[in-house]
């Protein structure tokens, strides 16, 4: 009977598949929305991708600056012999002093709690539900970043400048239950990075977040030895193979000079894994992503369908310390370790979301919709609009998505000839710091072009957050080494010049206060 | 009266300068539509060989060929991409020429010209309505006609940037 109704069931898909537009025309007539279809079809009609094939990965990501050390990440047999995650019922993490009374003893009396139920996934609206449940679920319980002694320290939220919401809610980990007294703290939801607490203490899910993530991390490596600063940093950053090292020679540093390294990241930046807090990148916004043909400030993963975005969350939740970069691997291990058939226990490396829960996930992220925006067009900001057009901002910058969805070389990079054809290509460097894109893990050697919507709530600004405000983007005083840049300096730097993206800077006062009018409200 | 000339020519001076735009003296010039406003540009660098009879057309010849390197749109980034290789690849075409075949005269000092136009490594007979007005021994020639900048591999298609370009030439010999 059994195979008799997957035979059916194979029969009426190659049916769907095939003829779809007449399964469609009752439908229509009968009045049943365009989005009720599109439950349906979720529910009837399609497949969940298979998101890790070797043929698939071979090529989804873009050679390293150093092609000889491009990621060789680990194989679909790997991959799919790690065990899928079960998602528990995770709970808020308060700020010490504005936990409920009796709250952490109560987390320690309750039972686990699986919370999500794959099988229960149908329509659209079921998945991006879960998705959003999974964008805040915490892949990590072995304190990756932060810890569960940290968040229970006042002195912690005062070093970090950790942002609470409005009900003194720290909202960028939870707290996972796993049975009765084991409360451990979450960290490394997609949610950590991308969940930006307003001025009004509402929090604004998928924008470039305002976890002080490395200040955070730098608390809790104080009272760590030495050495294990220096091989944690290494794990997160070693490129040894780009020009001058410069992460080993952070790491050749004392302790307190790595600390430091970490402590200069500003809010709205990240060194995660791969890149750099020497070169840190600004942290994406995720609204609006499904538009966007390339992930990573360096385009490293490229964006064609949602199974790419799958991947991209796959890879960038630490599977990526698996890679082989020529014969280094970030942990220290090689193919045979790695692939010995023992679990690595390394955050992120010992389990992997289901595909299904990956879909739900970029679904969730496709959802995602920015709060409306308080700038409203006015005569100012169609003088700014008049501006942008004759500044030539809209070659990089296209509307509608406000980038033109390419990749531009940074300084020193030469593009290989068959990336022209592969790849995206705005052929001219705009003149940037190169160092994310060419001394780093993730480095491609190409910046893309970011999308400037939403610029209203995001911040800082370049790829390196060295600029805090719009204005500070406009000011030619950037340019000079004099210059104190006014979001990310570096360590021990007091002064440097913000260099490139030298548009805009002769504009007079007037037309600056215009254009910076009009971007605000993209 | 003196003091009205004067007024008058006081009045003018800077009406002038505002109306003598850099453009009148650019013998090339383009225009192209960017996000729906005008953006214009020049080459700088060209040369021509001329001998052009209006009432010898058959024996006439114009040929010329302009530097893409000495092309200027007020930005100097966006004038690097423009000589880069997806536009005109300067590097590997520092030329573009175009040379005429035959022409036709219109009548007073009016003309159609059918010339060969090669940018980069394609070539297309274009047609050029031109006029020439002599002064003294010397010949001035303008003409306004336009190409579509995909037809030459000049860029790729855009949502915002035009396809056509104008193209208008001015200058003595």
New interface residues.
Partial sequence: MRPLLMLLKSKVSTLFRRYWVLFLFPILVAGISIDGIQKWVIQYGSDIPKVWTDEAIKDWELPNFNPEFSAKPVSAAFYYNLPERVIYKTYTVYHPDHEPEGYWDWLHSIDAEIELDESKLLTEEDFVKAGELLFDYPIDSLGAIISKENVRDVGFYEYSEMPLSKDGIMPFARWIVTGKGKVYLGNLSCGMCHTKVMPDGSLLKGAQGSFPGDKAFAYGLQKAPENDVKAVSGFLFSSPWAEGDPHGELLSKKKQDILDAYAAVPTGAFGRQGTSILFPPQIPDLIGVKDRKYLDHGGLGQHRNIEDLMRYIAMNQSLDFLNMYGSFNPLGLNDEVINSGKPIMFPGTYDRHSDKQLYALAKYVYSIKAPENPNKPSQLTEKGK?I?????C??CH??PYYTNNKLTPADGFEIPEEH?DKYD????S?GTDPGYTTKTRRGTGYYKVPSLRGLWYRGPFFHDASLAKLEDVLDPKRLESEYVPTAFIGAGIKNRAVSGH??GLELDPEDKKALIAFLKTL | MKVKILLLLVFLFPFQIFCQSKNTIDPIRFQIK????N?DGTISDWEYEISFDPKNLIDSKIKATANPQSIE?G?K??D??LQ???YFNVEKFPEIRISSKRFTSKGKGRFVGIFELQVKDVKKEITIPFAMIKSGKNQRFSAEFTINRLDYGIGES????GDEVKILINFEK
């Fill in positions: 008049v942008f057009a004759e500044q030539g809209v070659t296209t509307p022209y290509i705005f052929d001219i705009v030298e548009f | 960017n996000a729906g406003i953006v749109t930005i980034l966006r690097k991409h880069g290789r997806q855009s949502l915002v940037l």
